[in-house]
């Protein structure tokens, strides 16, 4: 209380005292704002300043002032991405070795070596007295005399010769130092080779299309195609307009080229057509296009860059390089080039007698030798017109792909030789997994050579040999993708393949019932059955014209009919159609063949008999077929597991589980190392172990087995197939059964 009574006491003279204290606080912010505006302005006067300096700065980056001498080209105002190159040849000159004081950047024409070792030359202004650029393909001479005339050296002499410059030039390096020169566009060693420093007392670039050329002389870069995103950065940057998905196709189909890209740019920025526009105006034009969008500043185009590069090359790899021009730009195995020849006679002596690529006669053996065929590669490798990988595949930009496809015009020769081939090396027979590995590298590349026969097929119409080959090539690729389990790829390869049987055979021959059978067996697969008989019974008619000819063919259709009236559920008529398939089976000439079919009956005989609840008999043909599977085929042939899988169901469907998970396993492992992991018979294998683990009340089991078939139908049949849509269900009863933990047991394998 007394504390209180003291404060109203003194509480004038307290108020006295805040009262001083705010005036004082008060004049601290005045003189505090008074110094705030003080320094507001000497930042105003301090940034003026800067920014004169910053201006001389700038005029001296771009004018000779460190650099006292420069002659560079406009820089790129658009350059995009390098980053790493760029501070690898800082690095590298930094380094002081003599090896790394000349860097050579080699490439593909049009892969921007110039516009990068130009960037590299602005960034790097202040580090030089000299920046001088040489272009050493047309003006080696003269570039290096006008830097002589900026030292009054030879300036009273007229017409001086090389030698003279030479001797001059060599004096200039020993009296002078930190000078960077450039040496563009170098593709002759020797003629370069006088002009070229013997001091180390600056610093050289060489950009060439020749990777070998100055490899002894130099730290060697090797520049590539841009980055996919640097690319799309680049067009964003250039025309302005956001990457969308008509950017990624466009920028996949220039094949991340900046030179083509830039042409691209150009021609969008002037037109002002966006990526859609410009992409339908390149499938519609091709290379035409790209000359319209030539950039003022650059003398060369895209379809004219590499056209001096082709005029240095040996026959050899001219017709090297347009076969390869025919085939997929990437994943070229150089080794179905050696197959071809020596598998298929009429490839041999169709290149020998042809005259238009004036073949060597000694080419055969040149790609046959692994010197000489290393010898051809290198001239393609050297110029980048090739590009080998990590694991021995090549690959060739498909720009430069079209250059030479344009370059041949209608001469079909290296079409041609590229359908003799893919003929040679697509396999003819799948005996093992490795058959399959090999028709998966030769794929795309018989898909890329078939596809421009036909386009071409007005060309070499007339030629039965030649419709020959592309029906020959469109059937062998409708049966790889048929093992393969692509059903889709197969029914469109053995349509084309029907077509042009019909066009080179006529409509009833031998050759165009084969087609038709490929096409009738695509669409079993695919579910079409109606569509699949209607083929059937029209290659058997044909087949029927000459019936002691075609006794094979005859029996392996009703083979065919049978398992289709079998899935009908007509089982009379598929035991009749199955019976007679056997019939003729044995009364053939004992071979591995016949023996193989006889098995593949019994097989379907066993089908049929177990879907007619004869379990018993449906073991005894299974049995029968596995005998001789494994009598005539190695140790882990498909038909082999087909057997196993067949005998399993039998095992299941009386009861006799261990026996049946024995056989299905014994199929699963089979089918792994014939198929690989995501292939439809392999789905059907984990499909029959998951009935059994459910009929054995092991629904865990079974649950991960039909996700697994699940997963691989999906992926390979479509989620519309019957098949797919049955294990849908099978995953569906699965996880029901087990209830949650079943639900998040599916997620977890899916």
């Known amino acids: 209380?007394?504390?209180?009574?003291?404060?109203?006491?003194?509480?004038?003279?307290?108020?006295?005292?805040?009262?001083?204290?705010?005036?004082?606080?008060?004049?601290?912010?005045?003189?505090?704002?008074?110094?705030?505006?003080?320094?507001w302005v000497v930042v105003q006067i301090y940034g003026k300043v800067k920014e004169f300096h910053g201006m001389n700065e700038n005029k001296k980056l771009h004018s000779p002032s460190k650099a006292r001498i420069a002659n560079l080209p406009h820089r790129n105002p658009h350059f995009t991405g390098r980053e790493e190159t760029l501070v690898a040849m800082e690095i590298a000159f930094k380094e002081n070795s003599a090896l790394a004081l000349t860097q050579t950047i080699s490439g593909l024409g049009g892969v921007?070596?110039?516009?990068?070792?130009?960037?590299?030359a602005y960034r790097h202004l202040d580090d030089y007295d000299v920046i001088w650029w040489v272009n050493a393909e047309s003006a080696l001479a003269n570039n290096c005399l006008e830097l002589l005339h900026r030292y009054d050296i030879l300036k009273d002499k007229e017409d001086p010769t090389a030698q003279e410059i030479q001797a001059e030039l060599r004096s200039w390096y020993d009296n002078h130092s930190s000078w960077l020169l450039v040496f563009d566009n170098a593709e002759d060693y020797n003629k370069l080779k006088p002009y070229f420093p013997a001091t180390t007392k600056g610093h050289v670039l060489i950009t060439t299309r020749d990777i070998?050329?100055?490899?002894?002389?130099?730290?060697?870069?090797?520049?590539d195609v841009f980055p996919i995103d640097t690319a799309l950065s680049f067009l964003q940057e250039r025309t302005g307009y956001k990457p969308d998905d008509h950017a990624n196709v466009l920028v996949e189909q220039l094949g991340c080229l900046p030179l083509a890209l830039e042409q691209a740019a150009a021609y969008m920025e002037i037109t002002k057509k966006d990526y859609s526009e410009y992409l339908a105006l390149l499938h519609r034009y091709g290379l035409e296009l790209l000359k319209k969008g030539s950039p003022v500043d650059y003398k060369k185009v895209v379809t004219t860059t590499w056209t001096a590069t082709q005029g240095n090359l040996s026959p050899a790899a001219k017709l090297l390089l347009g076969m390869c021009a025919f085939l997929a730009p990437d994943k070229i195995p150089m080794q179905i080039f050696v197959d071809a020849i020596e598998a298929e006679e009429n490839l041999t002596d169709f290149l020998q007698n042809s005259t238009e690529l004036h073949v060597p006669e000694n080419l055969l053996r040149m790609m046959l030798n692994e010197l000489d065929r290393d010898s051809i590669i290198s001239e393609l490798t050297q110029y980048s017109l090739l590009k080998r990988d990590e694991k021995g595949f090549y690959s060739m930009h498909r720009l430069v792909q079209q250059v030479v496809r344009h370059n041949i015009g209608e001469n079909t020769t290296c079409l041609v030789a590229d359908l003799y081939l893919i003929v040679a090396v697509l396999p003819e027979r799948y005996k093992d997994g490795d058959a399959l590995v090999r028709f998966n590298s030769i794929a795309k590349h018989a898909v890329a050579v078939l596809g421009y026969a036909s386009n071409v097929v007005n060309v070499i119409t007339g030629d039965n040999e030649k419709l020959m080959l592309i029906t020959k090539g469109f059937k062998r690729l409708s049966d790889g993708y048929w093992w393969c389990g692509k059903y889709d790829e197969s029914r469109d390869n053995a349509e084309k393949a029907a077509t042009f049987g019909e066009k080179a055979y006529g409509p009833n021959h031998q050759e165009t019932a084969d087609a038709y059978t490929n096409l009738a067996l695509a669409y079993r697969k695919l579910d079409k059955l109606e569509i699949s008989l209607e083929l059937h019974n029209k290659a058997l008619a044909i087949y029927m014209i000459t019936p002691d000819q075609w006794q094979p063919a005859i029996a392996s259709t009703y083979n065919y009919l049978g398992t289709l009236y079998r899935i009908l559920h007509d089982y009379e008529r598929a035991e009749t159609m199955n019976?007679?398939?056997?019939?003729?089976?044995?009364?053939?000439?004992?071979?591995?063949?016949?023996k193989s079919s006889i098995a593949s009956t019994y097989c379907n005989l066993g089908d049929l008999y177990g879907e007619m609840q004869n379990q018993a008999e449906a073991l005894v043909m299974y049995e029968e077929a596995r005998v001789i599977y494994e009598e005539i085929f190695e140790e882990g042939h498909a038909y082999t597991a087909r057997s196993y899988n067949s005998i399993g169901d039998a095992y299941h469907n009386i009861g006799n589980y261990e026996n049946a998970l024995k056989m299905y396993e014994k199929a699963l492992d089979i089918d792994h190392k014939f198929y690989g992991l995501n292939h439809p018979t392999t789905a059907m294998t984990y499909s029959s172990l998951g009935k059994l683990y459910t009929d054995m009340k092991k629904p865990k089991q079974a649950l991960e087995m039909h996700q697994k078939a699940l997963?691989?139908?999906?992926?390979?049949?479509?989620?519309?197939?019957?098949y797919t849509q049955a294990s849908q269900t099978r995953v569906q009863n699965a996880v029901a059964s087990i209830g949650r933990k079943g639900k998040k047991k599916a997620i977890e394998i899916g």
């Open 1 to 39: 209380m007394q504390a209180i009574k003291d404060f109203f006491l003194n509480y004038e003279d307290t108020q006295g005292m805040l009262k001083s204290i705010l005036l004082a606080l008060g004049a601290i912010l005045g003189l505090l704002g008074a110094m705030a505006g003080l320094i």
């Open 112 to 120: 921007g070596k110039s516009q990068t070792v130009l960037e590299y």
């Open 212 to 223: 070998n050329l100055f490899r002894s002389i130099s730290k060697q870069v090797d520049l």
């Open 579 to 594: 019976k007679m398939a056997l019939s003729i089976f044995e009364n053939l000439d004992p071979s591995k063949s016949s």
């Open 711 to 722: 997963t691989i139908r999906l992926q390979t049949l479509g989620a519309n197939h019957p």
